[in-house]
């Protein structure tokens, strides 16, 4: 048997980079890129507790009629609204020619390999069997390549179906300001409706700060992943300010040519200028609006500004952003490789603190009690803090020495616990993770 490409997944961060990302990594000669498409959404009804299989009508139509991968936009219209109808019917899919310049879409299939892969969808009786259809669909044409670099701006959302499905597949998270991103998103949002976008759902109740809410559970879902070691996290920043430095670690990490004659070609061909036709930062109503970095500061008020830093301000600091737009080096709840799994226990020779269970149950959509202890050496003072990505740190706690049973643990957040000799928090004894357990079966009924 032929052997594929092996998949890249851009997981997110929405209106953050990720179209700029994936054409970057399909530039490379080893690698060719699909259009956007989530599989996992398309397959899959997702709830706090796992995931279930979307009816065969759904999928389908997730699939066809309502992804971005299969419609085509000639300029005025979509193309391809009518798949579904046309492969039920048995009509002759009519491929379109392709290279690998492009990103791949549904028409560049063959017609034996679009008429298998509805039959797939339609008759999966597992999700993965579903989403193994498509991978294999979009990936057969090349054998010649590494990679086969897939993208879905907010799949971070279903990444346990992911990463259960594909576990040792590369995964990327590219995020942004969120303050700038919410402002690209309702532009886009906006487009997407003029455009009647075949996948676009009306979100009245998105506003600007819902979005900046939106974004904060993103980022905190990507911690959580990238603390276990399953998800590498980059800036849209960083790669805008030194593409080089930014995109030849990951290429590196991936085993493919990274030499700079190889990065100097890919910055080249996926530059702003060249994809958008004009210059970085001036705006155009498209899906590259502008390109441009804290673009908040001068759209939003200083009231406005500073409710923005008060909704979500921990994220923004946990990933190096600042109040004022300044940026500095993410911290290492999102860089640090493969942390340890979590235990009960974590000590110095100042004291210690612990947590049962560790890790917690899985998400059942109930509240699970964790029993936290502590102790310090010779009457230090002690103070117990607790912290998210998405809500900062909060001291819970105090005393040389206790013990308090928490009930407000829930959801896939990862919680640190820190023993500290000082209420500022300043001066840490010993810190323990705690995390939630991985689950069973994500489809068990």
């Not at 879409?105 to 009786?125: G, I, M, W």
């Not at 090349?142 to 086969?148: A, M, Q, T, V």
């Not at 979100?203 to 992943?225: C, K, T």
Request: a neutral charge.
């Amino acid at each position: 048997m032929t052997e594929l490409p092996q998949p890249i997944f851009i997981v997110g961060q929405y209106k953050c980079g990720t179209s700029w990302l994936q054409r970057s990594l399909a530039a490379h000669p080893d690698m060719v890129g699909v259009s956007e498409f989530d599989v996992v959404k398309a397959t899959c009804a997702l709830s706090p507790s796992g995931a279930r299989l979307r009816t065969p009508d759904q999928r389908l139509a997730e699939y066809f009629d309502r992804s971005g991968w299969c419609a085509r936009w000639d300029g005025e219209k979509w193309l391809l609204r009518d798949t579904v109808a046309r492969l039920r019917s048995g009509n002759a899919h009519v491929q379109v020619a392709g290279d690998d310049s492009e990103l791949q879409k549904f028409d560049n299939l063959t017609p034996e390999a679009a008429d298998r892969l509805y039959r797939r969808v339609r008759d999966a009786s597992h999700a993965f069997e579903a989403m193994d259809a498509w991978l294999e669909a979009v990936s057969e044409p090349w054998p010649d390549k590494r990679y086969i670099v897939l993208k879905a701006a907010d799949q971070v959302a279903g990444f346990r179906v992911l990463q259960a499905w594909r576990p040792d597949a590369p995964k990327l998270f590219i995020t942004r300001d969120g303050r700038d991103a919410s402002i690209s998103e309702e532009h886009y949002r906006s487009l997407m409706s003029e455009r009647d976008a075949p996948w676009y759902r009306h979100r009245p109740d998105r506003d600007y700060e819902r979005r900046l809410h939106v974004w904060a559970a993103r980022v905190a879902l990507a911690a959580e992943h990238a603390g276990r070691g399953d998800l590498t996290v980059l800036r849209y920043e960083d790669l805008s300010a030194d593409f080089a430095g930014s995109i030849e670690p990951i290429l590196r990490r991936l085993g493919v040519a990274a030499d700079p004659d190889t990065v100097a070609t890919i910055q080249q061909r996926t530059s702003f200028s060249r994809m958008a036709k004009r210059e970085r930062g001036e705006e155009a109503r498209s899906t590259m609006r502008k390109g441009a970095t804290g673009e908040f500061l001068d759209v939003l008020s200083e009231d406005e500004r500073q409710h923005a830093w008060d909704t979500v301000g921990s994220a923004l600091a946990a990933l190096g952003y600042g109040r004022d737009g300044s940026i500095e080096p993410i911290t290492d709840a999102f860089t640090a490789p493969g942390a340890a799994p979590a235990s009960e226990r974590s000590e110095s020779d100042r004291g210690w603190i612990q947590a049962r269970p560790n890790p917690r149950p899985a998400e059942d959509g109930r509240r699970h009690r964790v029993r936290i202890r502590w102790s310090t050496v010779g009457g230090i003072p002690g103070f117990v803090g607790v912290r998210t990505v998405r809500d900062g740190e909060r001291i819970i706690a105090r005393g040389p020495k206790g013990s308090r049973k928490v009930g407000w643990i829930r959801s896939e957040r990862s919680f640190v616990l820190t023993l500290y000799a000082d209420e500022e928090g300043q001066d840490p004894i010993a810190s323990i993770v705690l995390r939630r357990d991985d689950p069973g079966d994500l489809f068990a009924t």
